[in-house]
T-cell receptor, first 116, second 112 residues
Framework: GAVVSQHPSWVICKSGTSVKIECRSL??????MFWYRQFPKQSLMLMAT?????????EQGVEKDKFLINHASLTLSTLTVTSAHPEDSSFYIC????????????FGEGSWLTVV | AQSVTQLGSHVSVSEGALVLLRCNYS??????LFWYVQYPNQGLQLLLK??????LVKGINGFEAEFKKSETSFHLTKPSAHMSDAAEYFC??????????FGKGTRLSVIA
């Protein structure tokens, strides 16, 4: 089956620094990738939708200047948390869609971010 | 707009007992419906999905779910719970060209 890989799985960074999380579709071309955020014991909240070669569409309340999303190729999307603060500590999960039919969406393993 | 309501944030069953996790959805268009499982500190694993074919969907690990349009429900069941089923379960809805919208999740505990 299709595989979506996230890297790193775990990252600790100092407050005020930036950290980049990668999401790769390993065996298919992902026209669309989604970034979700999950706080402990809570559900997944969609942060943004990114389409290859265009600007990401952010959900209401998500700061686009803080959470920079780049989808430069059909197999890679990156989420950069800029000037990270402890409240940004969370589990970030990406998903990739081959063709947006609704049944070809695959999730990455997630990335734990801890800001100290 | 689409939404999902999962009734019961925590469900506890005995090993070998029936598992029933409830999910109701709201969608103005024919929905795609999904159930995912999340084990502690891990990502999401797709259990099963409904995409307008058969209303009774069989998934992995013995789980199944039935799409009932009249009740706007997509409840997840398993005849006999196993200890390894203890996890967080998420129901999600999509219209096919929109991102998945997730419910708040139901934590399943299995008692020996």
């Amino acid at each position: 089956g299709a595989v979506v890989s996230q890297h790193p799985s775990w990252v600790i960074c100092k407050s005020g620094t930036s950290v980049k999380i990668e999401c790769r579709s390993l065996d298919f071309q992902a026209t669309t990738m989604f970034w979700y955020r999950q706080f402990p014991k809570q559900s997944l909240m969609l942060m943004a939708t990114s389409n290859e070669g265009s600007k990401a569409t952010y959900e209401q309340g998500v700061e686009k200047d803080k959470f920079l999303i780049n989808h430069a190729s059909l197999t890679l999307s990156t989420l950069t948390v800029t000037s990270a603060h402890p409240e940004d500590s969370s589990f970030y999960i990406c998903s990739a869609s081959r063709d947006m039919t609704g049944n070809t969406i695959y999730f990455g393993e997630g990335s734990w971010l801890t800001v100290v | 707009a689409q939404s999902v309501t999962q009734l019961g944030s925590h469900v506890s069953v005995s090993e070998g007992a029936l598992v029933l996790l409830r999910c109701n959805y709201s969608s103005s268009v024919p929905p795609y419906l999904f159930w995912y499982v999340q084990y502690p500190n891990q990502g999401l694993q797709l259990l099963l999905k409904y995409t307008s074919a058969a209303t009774l969907v069989k998934g992995i690990n013995g789980f199944e779910a039935e799409f009932k349009k009249s009740e706007t429900s997509f409840h997840l069941t398993k005849p006999s719970a196993h200890m390894s089923d203890a996890a967080e379960y998420f129901c999600a809805v999509s219209s096919g060209n929109t991102p998945l919208v997730f419910g708040k999740g139901t934590r399943l505990s299995v008692i020996a």
